[in-house]
């Protein structure tokens, strides 16, 4: 009998507590060792003159120290102390996770029936990643953003919380939830690359400046879109974004907050600091709404794709921010443009204030069919803790792993630095990223829980996702 671990990476001053994946008769395995590692370990039966059992209590051992070593190269985290008003933390972020986690969050293609026809140039989405021009016009599908699976867990100690995120299923970490859609386990997401526009079997519509656009879109037969060269399509309700999302096919559905939730996990992590518009730049936030109007040029929102030269990348403050009409400024994390800034984007699967000031309920199984306003059926209660205040966000709730707002009084600078719009009024719905006149309040982490269902507004818009 001959046990061998081989292939093992090159590895410097690895000790107590580091970790090493292997892969061992198909299964991912974990190992820690206190000394240097030699290339490959075996074991001949026919010298050692150990019995069986002691082997198999060896290798048992073995076993157990893979598991634990596992959580050093594969685990990224973030510890935050919540009773500074410093936004930044400490934690790490080992190049394995940027390698097997970061890097595999990029754009692409995706045809409605939920395959991508192609992936897109990692720092050039007008081409693609095998060469050639890309059409993101939707011609060739629907210009998202692929997420891969990945696995969280939070501790918490006084005042400090610590998010950690790992690429592989360790013990004590679990599935995001946003990997779940109609109950089942996907391996990837997709959040839609841009502002979501209309597309009316013809041609792509916008909702210009107007504070109802209802009027311009059919929903019995209009979809929901993420394609470059066209405005936001903003001044309709909820429900109304949700209908055209789900026009487009099975799976497909509004931004849902698991996942809006997952996104911001990842910045988090990759930063170490709430502080995001410091890092990503301010975006498409500091311009002005005029009354209600038809006329696009009234309008300070950015058209959909003048990030597109950074491609999977984020941005960092030295792209145009200086608000206009229409607008130029904008903001990418990982791909994803205007994340916050350019309109808010209505945030599915999440009911505020049904049955009690307070109450957080979400969706069922990250189920589309259970998505619906003003209703607990087929949702869980959260939390009855949320925040009726708006301010800027000063401390999360415990309620993990989603970040909702347990107390105001913070900063554009200070604490979580975005902020959160409460209210005490019953059937809210919710809301995400900042509009383009909302300055320092907006961010990755901002929120709005303080409009019914019924609204709609030339600052709010919508987002696909997959």
Known sequence: MTVKISNLPAATSVGSGDVIPVVQSGTTKKIDLANPITANLTYSNATSG?????????????????????????????????????PAGTGSVPQAVLDNLYANIKGCTL???????????????????????????????????????????????????????????????????AFIVDGVEVSHRYYGAYDACVYDGSSYISGTNLDNATGLVNTGTDKLSSVKGIYPMVGLTRNEFRILAANRGSRWRQLDFPLWCAVGMLYVVEYQTFYNQDEL?????????????????????????????????????TQPSAGAKPGTAYMKYRGIENQFGNCWNWADAINVNVGG????????????????????????????????????????????PYFLAES?????????????????????????????????????????????SGARRRSRGGRLAY
């Open 281 to 317: 730049g301010a975006g498409n936030t500091n311009g002005s709404y005029v009354g209600s109007s038809s006329n696009q040029s009234d309008s300070p929102h950015t058209i959909a794709g003048a990030g597109d030269s950074w491609g999977n990348g984020s941005t960092d403050g």
């Open 111 to 177: 045809l409605d029936n939920g395959s991508v026809n192609y992936y897109l140039n990692a720092s050039d989405w007008s081409l693609k990643e095998g060469g050639g021009a890309s059409t993101l016009t939707g011609a060739d599908g629907q210009v998202m953003v692929e997420i891969p699976a990945f696995y969280y867990r939070v501790t918490r100690n006084g005042s400090q919380t610590t998010w950690q995120i790992s690429y592989l299923p360790l013990s004590g970490f679990s599935l995001h939830p």
């Open 50 to 86: 150990l019995t069986a059992t002691n082997v198999q209590g060896a290798i048992d051992e073995l076993d157990e120290s893979i598991d634990e070593l596992s959580g050093v190269t594969s685990v990224a985290s973030f510890t935050y102390d919540s009773d500074t008003t410093s």
């Open 408 to 452: 105001v009084g913070g900063s554009s600078a200070q604490y979580i630095t975005d902020r959160h719009f409460g209210s005490s009024s019953s059937n809210r719905v919710f809301h995400v990223g900042g509009s383009a006149s909302a300055g320092g309040i907006a961010g990755v982490f901002a929120a709005d829980a303080s409009l019914d």
């Open 357 to 400: 000031t307070g109450n957080v309920h979400i969706a069922n199984d990250n189920a589309r069919a259970n998505y619906a306003d003003d209703t607990t059926t087929n949702y869980t209660l959260a939390t009855s803790s949320l925040t009726t205040g708006s301010d800027n966000i000063r401390r999360f709730l415990p309620v993990d």
